[in-house]
């Protein structure tokens, strides 16, 4: 049974898979991604598809483990950011951007104000 690939929003990605013993097999031509990876570059439609996690951090702070038990509903933690300072953006952990908090309808967002340079956290 032939069936096309969807991602995650069920938009068609573009590649076959075939239904071969109970096992999805992709039947897509390979060749273009194998000769990528021979020559060490990474075929961009491949990355296209993987998830990440992106989180934007609004402060942090050091509590002992005995300060996070006495925390309920109520409790206030001080962060290390000042009121006005940019938001960090970070990727699976890594800072990629600043910028500052939005309201998009009834949804917060965060408008890109500097972009890290690669290689660099600031």
């Known amino acids: 049974m032939d069936t096309q690939d969807t991602n995650d929003f069920g938009a068609e990605t573009g590649s076959q898979s075939q239904e071969l013993?109970?096992?999805?097999?992709n039947t897509a031509d390979n060749s273009a991604r194998e000769h990528n990876s021979r020559d060490g570059n990474v075929d961009s439609a491949v990355l296209d598809n993987?998830?990440?996690?992106?989180?934007?951090?609004l402060g942090t702070t050091k509590l002992k483990i005995g300060e996070m038990m006495a925390l309920n509903?109520?409790?206030?933690?001080?962060?290390?950011?000042?009121?006005?300072?940019?938001?960090?953006?970070?990727?699976?952990?890594?800072?990629i951007a600043?910028?500052?908090?939005?309201?998009?309808?009834?949804?917060?967002?965060?408008?890109?104000?500097?972009?890290?340079?690669?290689g660099g956290n600031i």
């Open 21 to 25: 013993g109970g096992a999805l097999v």
């Open 73 to 95: 509903q109520g409790s206030v933690i001080a962060l290390d950011s000042l009121a006005g300072e940019p938001l960090n953006l970070r990727v699976n952990g890594t800072l």
């Open 50 to 57: 993987i998830p990440v996690t992106v989180s934007v951090e």
């Open 98 to 118: 600043k910028g500052e908090i939005v309201l998009i309808k009834e949804n917060y967002g965060i408008k890109l104000t500097e972009i890290v340079p690669r």
